[in-house]
């Protein structure tokens, strides 16, 4: 039988792959003979024999093809470029969907793909030939019914607030390898109780993030006061003051360069790829920032930055909390430059 998992939402994709796996039999039998392939370079007499190849000691064999689909996905960029947009001819999909049909009876056959279009050729030629199933990214309202469903799973029979639902779904986003990673911290934590609000402020890795992502809002725009506020806050976590300026300067750095290759008309997909940033939360909330402010603002705010480090690493001003409180009145004092 031939499977198309296809989708942005990874976690529940490798779910339903998992679930595959057990419906053909016990473990111990289908690791040996399991066979994956690398999409991007497969050819149909590699695929073909894989799938023809008689399982040893078992009734089914597996195949696992990452990475195809994405082959044919269209190349290019611009609308203007339409030409260019199609596969190319040297990659000629059709002999791929003729090695696919008609399996054996004994190879289950499952083609992951991530960002595909309803649109590709080859999804378009295997239609017919598989079950097709679709991840899509999880919006607000289906994360939150995720994440409470999760907890249950997790054991935590009293659940948790609809407060902390909220909380650990603005910190994380949807990534859900992380999700369900701080549901079960959360859960070991509390213990019998209910899951609150304030344990997820407690527990979740992102939720300093978050405050460095506020800090980074607030002195951008001046509001020295809040900025101070949440610089104590993280002084009480236990951080210190040089931890916590790397991590606003990574900030600023990350900011800036989404701003610069965003006004370069390179991709979101691309910057998000080159800044390595996984973590959809620190993603979107970079992407937000570089739209608030200007190249210049960003330039003098990093600049004053590197100058803070400077101070702390010679000791001019003795306490580096000190030199935090200076950074922060100082950039506030010169005003806020929107985009």
Known sequence: MLHILIGLNDYTLRQALEEIKKS???PASVMPNTTVLEGARVTPEQLRSACETVPFLADKRLVIVE?????????????KKKSSRSPDPSQDFQ????????LPPFTELVIIGGDVKSTNPLLLGLASLAKVRKFPMLKQEELKRWVKQRVAQAGQGSGISEKAVSLIVSLVGNDLWTLANEIDKLALYVGKRAIEEEDVRAVVSHAREASIFSMVDAIMESRVGLAQELLQQLFQQGMTAAQIL?????????IFQVRDMRDRGVS??????????????AWQKAWAQADKYSPA????????????DIAIKTGKYGDPELVLDVLVAEIGARGAVSA
């Not at 994405?70 to 960029?77: A, L, M, T």
């Not at 603002?297 to 803070?308: C, S």
Request: proline content about 3%; aromatic content about 6%; glycine content about 8%.
């Open 67 to 79: 990475g195809l689909l994405e082959r044919f996905e269209p190349k290019g960029q611009g609308k």
């Open 268 to 281: 979101r997909g691309m910057i998000q790829t080159r800044l390595n940033l996984a973590n959809n939360f």
């Open 246 to 254: 790397v991590m606003l300067a990574r900030q600023a750095r990350i």
């Open 24 to 26: 053909i039999g016990d």
């Open 297 to 308: 603002r960003l330039n003098e705010v990093y600049h004053k930055l590197l100058e803070a």
């Open 95 to 102: 002999p791929l969907v003729e090695s696919m049909k008609e």
